[in-house]
């Protein structure tokens, strides 16, 4: 804890805090000098609208986010970029986000989302950036990086006339045509394969778009081969699971896998326990973001700055319009906790959904 | 006796602007209490088919300029809290109806021009808002 607060300090967060809306991550380990520091930015949405123009709205969520991971000090050792990039997969909107992605002065890894793939199944995406899943290790971290997102071949390869009604119907989340989200048998292999040559005791990250677990499967907060992949991960002694497309604060501990969700740098979206005509659960863990109000444009909407230590991320939420948030490991308790609104007592109004 | 003609005149004046159909005129109609179930399944299909216009028009960009959907931020119409209107608005410093705040939507993440109060659009996108929140309590006012 001590180790945390001073960080805390020494990274002159105090003095951002409110202004600077991230999700800082860190991963501790027993030698502090083993400790690092990632920022983690997710959900951009970039949209085309026509020529020259984007949405300005989510353009200046990113814009924000890339110029606050720029003033971080300490510095993050990289960026991790959560996925949709862009909302409905176009050149135009890929292009665009990756010029303002390329404003980032530190090394960014890039994970897919389903609005970047659905057009032309990562195509394009894949010459930007690269290899939809690999792995790398890190100051003694297994970071694994997942294509999440995929679902029933039957639903991607036959289902549609054109890939671009393809890509509309998986973009509404809440569209009954679309499909629930998924590893994948050959990734599930490949990630069995890669992980044979970890040791049980090296921490692992996962970097995830679908949540790796079964949330509300009507907005697709789902992962349809959840239980495999937490099988595969399960063995390991210290696994934390990162995952965007939810745009909110979710957070979960399975055994011995940690989840924690991203913030959206475009737009918050409602839990799912506020639609009424479905039952649905968070993890119970979870305290929500607050109930965002439409007239601060960048309500319920960050970033996230995490610190690595004992390996285990401590997420820094740093939201735009509100007071940011701290979800860090509870080495007591084993799971992830809010350091401020965990205890029922201490939560606020607008934290209240319905 | 003469100014309580000319009121009644001007009341079915009134009532001729809304259009009335046919069917519904006062001359020749059925009495009050004479519809029957295959009335109520068209009242019922009726509401329906404006509803569904609604989820139609919360999901397509054609409200706004920008290619931007209502059902982008409030998917099945959530967080919208129909069941709170009119309640007060900080920064509009009054209270509201609902309709003002789709209005506000339309105007600014969606960069659109505002709809009519009673425009058929408008109707269409309250009905599918009540339907998605149908069974909830009405708690005018609440935050």
């Not at chain 1, 390329?102 to 010459?127: F, Q, R």
């Not at chain 1, 939809?132 to 997102?149: C, Q, R």
């Not at chain 2, 709809?115 to 109707?123: N, S």
């Not at chain 2, 009905?127 to 935050?143: N, S, T």
Request: aromatic share 12%.
């Amino acid at each position: 804890m001590t180790n945390r607060r001073d960080f805390l300090q020494s990274a002159g967060l105090a003095a951002l805090a409110g202004a600077v809306p991230l999700t800082y991550v860190r991963l501790a380990f027993a030698k502090p000098e083993q400790d690092f520091n990632f920022a983690y930015i997710s959900d951009s949405h970039i949209q085309h609208i026509k020529g020259t123009q984007f949405v300005r709205n989510w353009d200046r969520g990113l814009i924000r986010a890339v110029a606050e991971t720029n003033l971080l000090d300490p510095k993050p050792d990289f960026v991790i970029y959560g996925g949709d990039l862009a909302q409905l997969g176009t050149k135009e909107e890929l292009d665009h986000g990756a010029e303002l992605l390329s404003k980032l002065k530190y090394k960014t890894y890039m994970a897919m989302g389903e609005h970047d793939y659905y057009l032309d199944l990562g195509e394009y995406w894949s010459k930007l950036f690269g290899k939809h899943w690999y792995s790398f290790d890190h100051k003694g971290v297994h970071f694994v990086v997942l294509n999440s997102i995929l679902t029933f071949d039957d639903w991607t390869f036959k289902r549609w006339p054109t890939a671009k009604q393809r890509m509309a119907e998986m973009a509404g989340i809440d569209n009954p045509n679309g499909s629930p989200f998924m590893v994948g048998a050959k990734q599930r292999e490949w990630l069995k394969n890669d992980l044979a040559k970890v040791a049980k005791s090296t921490p692992i990250v996962v970097v995830s778009h679908s949540p790796l677990q079964k949330i509300y499967k009507g907005w697709n907060f789902w992962t349809e081969d959840a239980e495999e992949m937490q099988a595969l991960l399960k063995p390991f002694d210290s696994v934390n699971v990162l995952y965007g497309h939810v745009h909110q604060i979710q957070y979960n501990q399975i055994g011995s896998i940690a989840f924690n969700s991203a913030m959206a740098t475009a737009w918050p979206w409602p839990y799912p326990a506020t639609y009424a005509q479905v039952d649905s659960h968070l993890p119970v863990l979870t305290v929500p973001m607050n109930r965002a109000d439409p007239f601060f444009e960048r309500d319920a909407t960050g970033w996230q700055f995490i610190n690595l230590h004992s390996g285990r991320n401590d997420l820094h939420y740093n939201l735009y319009n509100n007071q940011s948030r701290v979800i860090a490991f509870n080495p007591k308790t084993g799971r992830p906790e809010d350091m401020k609104f965990q205890d029922a007592s201490a939560r606020i109004e607008p934290q209240t959904h319905y | 006796m003469r100014a309580r003609t000319i009121v009644l005149a001007v009341a079915v004046a009134v009532g001729g602007a809304l259009q009335l159909p046919v069917e519904y005129s006062p001359v020749g109609a059925a009495k009050a209490d004479e519809f029957t179930k295959a009335d109520l399944d068209r009242w019922a299909a009726e509401f329906e088919a404006v509803a569904t216009e609604g989820r139609r028009l919360w999901t397509s960009p054609e409200l706004g300029t920008n290619g931007v959907a209502c059902g982008q931020c409030h998917p099945n119409g959530a967080n919208t809290h129909p069941e709170t209107y009119p309640k007060f608005q900080k920064q509009a410093g009054r209270v509201v109806a609902i309709w003002e705040m789709v209005n506000w939507c339309i105007r600014n993440p969606l960069e659109g021009k505002a709809l009519a109060a009673d425009d058929p659009k408008m109707i269409a996108i309250q009905a599918y808002l009540a339907k998605e929140r149908r069974g909830v309590k009405l708690e005018p006012g609440k935050h």
